[in-house]
């Protein structure tokens, strides 16, 4: 079986030579080939992917500029991508939120049971005695400390809370990334952008059946049909009308 590279140069020199006139059928391989180069990258990332198809697309519309079918499957291809990467973006934006809504109620178990488990009341009662004083200077700014309600010192030792688990865990996390040798893992959202190829692919395959079956709604009895040039597109839909009459 050819490789890319074989596949792209010799569908570049049909391009050139102008060997493959039908829209459809460039339309067709451009897709087919669009799926082998999302299917065996490497990339990791949204866009270097895109940057690949760009890349092919490139050369591509130099051996034949006026093949605007490979444009118009190339830019359809990178808007799959495009469309994955902001799926995957507001998935990231939900886990964090998720994280971190579970971080502040982990944050919340950790209040000191103060006063038969109400650290508000026990604020209040503080506060309630500060005002029975008489007003001076000293009891203005005097603000009495509930122990352990602060949060731990920054270089405290034996200090253990949400924060240092968190730390610990993004800590192992690099470390198991750097240990992988520096091997790319591919973009684990590459196989829903292959899929969509697929229904592209299979969409083009159906696009001569789904414009013949709209001749009869389009053209009517005693209209005459002008036409210019040749269309395998055309040559369907007016067949679909039945047999000229004698």
């Known amino acids: 079986m050819a490789t890319l590279e074989e596949q792209m140069l010799d569908f570049g020199d049909k391009l050139r030579r102008m060997s ?138 034996g200090v253990s809370g949400p924060e240092s688990d968190e730390q610990k865990a993004a800590a192992a996390a690099v470390e198991k990334h750097s240990s992988r040798r520096g091997r790319a893992i591919p973009w684990k959202r590459k196989h829903n952008v292959i899929e969509n190829i697929n229904d592209l692919i299979e969409d083009l395959d159906e696009s001569m059946t789904h414009i013949a079956d709209q001749a009869l709604e389009h053209v009517h009895a005693k209209e005459v049909i002008l036409t210019f040039g040749y269309s395998h597109s055309v040559e369907g839909f007016l067949s679909a009308l039945g047999p000229p009459p004698p």
């Open 20 to 157: 493959e006139t039908r829209s459809l059928h460039v339309a067709r391989k451009t897709a087919e080939l669009m799926r082998i180069i999302v299917s065996s990258s490497r990339k990791s990332t949204a866009e270097e992917l895109i940057e690949e198809i760009k890349t092919a697309g490139k050369e591509l519309n130099k051996c034949q500029p006026l093949a605007f079918a490979v444009g118009n499957i190339i830019r359809r291809v990178l808007r799959f991508v495009r469309d994955e990467r902001q799926i995957e973006l507001g998935l990231q934006q939900d886990q964090q939120q998720v994280a971190a809504s579970e971080s502040a109620a982990g944050r919340d178990k950790q209040v000191p049971d103060l006063l038969g488990g109400h650290p508000n009341k026990a604020i209040a009662v503080i506060r309630t005695n500060s005002l029975r004083r008489e007003p001076s200077l000293q009891s203005i700014f005097d603000t009495p400390e509930i122990q352990g309600s602060g949060p731990p010192t920054k270089g405290a030792k």
